[in-house]
Structure formats: structure tokens, C-alpha cells
């Protein structure tokens, strides 16, 4: 087993066969729980990881191919990894509430990934489909603006460079999100005085 690149929150390693998540820091039980409950209701409705089982604080994964959505974005195909965000974020937002064990007071809200991005999707090269999209363990009901904001803050922070190709993103997700205003105040304590109109939306449902 080796450590899989790009993996910063928790200790993942695989073979080329199987991957292993040992999940590290606060509430890591909780959310190895959630993660495991997710993949295994959503198998067959969206693309993620086969479970091969959860044993002793590890889920093991089968292993899929592809390529992680952030070195396509590097290597200049901005535009059509965020189109795929887009298409697959709608398909995640709206899959049944249901998986997540929705209730009456949660009337209104969809599956939100939590930690929505590039980052976290393995893409074919030359298709650009989406073969996975991993890392749910940061999911939860809420609104569909939250997905929205994460992934644009994930490219104006780390792919600035690529921050045009985000209206492929926009189109794509098919989530309204007030174009052309760009808010003068940050969202949250320590965020870059750029948030944007997705971000600006966050905090107005957030209240």
C-alpha cells in the first residue's frame, strides 16, 4: 500500500486494486459512519467508490480509475472539469434527502457533498466524465448554495488562474446564484475580501 497523493484531512493509501481510508482528527467516528452510509445508499445512483467493507476505524474502498479533477485543471482544461462539476453537482443535489435520513423539518433541503470540488473528483482524460466523486464524509441536508460556494472558493484559492472557466460551473449546476456582484466583505472570519456572488448567497441563507 502506498499514500495516495492529494490527501490532506485523512491517511489514505491503496494498491491499484483496493483503497484504504483511516479517518483522522475530531468526530472521526461520525463521519467514517456517515461516509460508509452515504457510498453504500448511493451505489448504482451516483459515481462513487465500490465498499469493500469497514473494519476496525478503515473503510476499504475498490479502487477507480481516473484522474484527480485539480492536475486536469492545472494542466489547462479548466473549462471542461467544471462543466463535469456542474452536471454531477446536480445529480448529487438531487438525489433523495432519504439517504441522509431526512425528516419533515428538513422540508426544502437537498444533499449537500460538504467539500465540493475539483479536488475531490477522479475524472477520465480524454472524456472528462466523472468516473468518482469521494470524500463525502462532510455531507449533510442543507441548501444547494453551499456546494456552489465551496467550489468556487476552491478555485479562486488554488486555481486563480482558471477562475474564468467557473461560469462552465454555474451553467452546469443549473443552481441560481446571483451573477455579476462580487460582495465587499468576507463571508467568515479570515476569508479574502474577493468572495464572490456564490459566497455572498451562502451568507444570506445562512443568515
Given at each position: ?53 469497514v ?53 426544502g ?21 466523472v ?34 472557466a467557473?461560469?462552465?460551473?454555474f ?9 455579476g ?27
Open positions: 500500500m502506498r499514500p495516495l497523493k492529494h490527501g490532506y484531512t485523512n491517511r489514505t493509501v491503496g494498491d491499484g486494486s483496493v483503497v484504504e481510508k483511516t479517518y483522522e482528527g475530531p468526530d472521526a467516528g461520525i463521519r467514517r459512519a456517515r461516509e460508509y452510509a452515504l457510498l453504500t445508499r448511493l451505489q448504482g445512483k451516483l459515481p462513487v467508490p465500490p465498499v469493500r467493507g473494519d476496525d476505524g478503515v473503510l476499504t474502498l475498490g479502487f477507480v480509475a481516473g484522474v484527480p479533477g485539480q492536475e486536469l485543471v492545472v494542466a489547462g482544461h479548466g473549462a471542461q472539469v467544471l462543466e463535469a462539476c456542474g452536471v454531477l453537482l446536480r445529480r448529487i443535489h438531487e438525489a433523495a434527502p432519504s439517504v441522509l435520513g431526512a425528516g419533515a423539518h428538513d422540508a433541503k437537498v444533499l449537500v457533498h460538504g467539500d465540493f470540488g475539483p479536488n475531490n473528483l477522479l475524472l477520465d482524460p480524454v472524456s472528462f466524465k468516473t468518482a466523486v469521494v470524500d463525502r464524509e462532510f455531507a449533510h441536508l442543507g441548501d444547494a448554495v453551499e456546494d456552489l460556494a465551496w467550489c468556487e472558493w476552491i478555485v479562486r484559492m488554488h486555481h486563480a488562474e482558471h477562475h474564468h467557473l461560469d462552465h460551473f451553467n452546469a449546476s443549473a443552481v441560481p446564484y446571483p451573477r456582484r462580487f460582495a465587499r466583505q468576507p463571508c467568515w472570519p479570515g476569508a479574502p475580501s474577493w468572495s464572490s456572488s456564490a459566497t455572498e448567497g451562502i451568507r444570506t441563507v445562512q443568515g
